[in-house]
């Protein structure tokens, strides 16, 4: 599986599938997003996901399952943050993609049944907005993914103010399998 992170939450898919863009100017310091797909989703509908305008829809087949996974933005079963969907992507070979959204609480077990043994879990560590870094290795610890990867975090270029850097999860998640991806 090809997977190409675009910033934020925003990532690429075997080239075909883009998952969360974020909407011009709605995430301090990024760039404006211009990028191609064939499908696009959204866990969810504020401007730092739902930005299906920056994708140019290109033609082609996009051969991958998705599954929706309904989830919540916050602690408060929505009630601060509304709905949040956890998609399952799963390539032609079997491997498991998992791209949390903004969750914002620790998944119940119908949910950790739908998400565990993921090939890749690409999960919010940043806090505030979504789970914190404490939660987020408690999740990675209970999935047990062959690979996490952390996404949702301020870095010295771009994100919001209030939200962590990626330093706390990596300490707490030491031993984990995670990459860090750069942003193309």
Same mark, same amino acid.
Request: proline share 7%; with cysteine.
């Given at each position: 599986?090809?997977?190409? @992170?675009?910033? +934020?939450?925003?990532?690429?898919?075997?080239?075909?599938?883009?998952?969360? !863009? @974020?909407?011009?100017?709605?995430? !301090?310091?990024?760039?404006? $997003?211009?990028?191609?797909? =064939?499908?696009?989703?959204?866990?969810?509908? +504020?401007?730092?996901?739902?930005?299906?305008?920056? =994708?140019?829809?290109? *033609?082609?087949?996009?051969?991958?399952?998705?599954?929706?996974? *309904?989830?919540?933005?916050?602690?408060?079963?929505?009630? $601060?943050?509304?709905?949040?969907?956890?998609?399952?992507?799963?390539?032609?070979?079997?491997?498991?993609? =998992? +791209?949390?959204?903004? /969750?914002?609480?620790? *998944?119940?077990?119908?949910?950790?049944?739908?998400?565990?043994?993921?090939?890749?879990?690409?999960? !919010? =560590?940043?806090?505030? @907005? %979504?789970?914190?870094?404490? %939660?987020?290795?408690?999740?990675?610890?209970?999935?047990?993914?062959?690979?996490?990867? !952390?996404?949702?975090?301020?870095?010295?270029?771009?994100?919001? *103010?209030?939200?962590?850097?990626?330093?706390?999860? /990596?300490?707490?998640?030491?031993?984990?399998?995670?990459?860090?991806?750069?942003?193309?």
């Amino acid at each position: 599986m090809k997977i190409e @992170y675009l910033g +934020h939450a925003c990532f690429r898919i075997d080239g075909s599938l883009v998952i969360d !863009p @974020y909407k011009d100017g709605s995430v !301090p310091g990024l760039m404006p $997003l211009r990028t191609q797909g =064939v499908k696009v989703i959204c866990s969810h509908e +504020h401007a730092d996901h739902s930005g299906r305008e920056c =994708v140019e829809m290109i *033609p082609g087949e996009c051969d991958l399952d998705i599954r929706e996974i *309904p989830s919540w933005h916050d602690d408060q079963q929505g009630a $601060l943050r509304g709905p949040n969907t956890i998609f399952v992507v799963t390539n032609q070979a079997g491997e498991k993609l =998992v +791209h949390l959204g903004d /969750l914002g609480h620790f *998944p119940n077990e119908e949910q950790l049944a739908a998400i565990s043994d993921a090939d890749y879990l690409l999960i !919010p =560590v940043g806090g505030y @907005y %979504t789970i914190n870094a404490n %939660t987020a290795a408690e999740i990675c610890k209970t999935c047990g993914p062959k690979c996490v990867i !952390p996404m949702h975090y301020r870095t010295d270029t771009s994100g919001y *103010p209030v939200l962590d850097t990626v330093d706390e999860f /990596l300490k707490l998640a030491e031993g984990l399998p995670v990459k860090v991806m750069e942003k193309l």
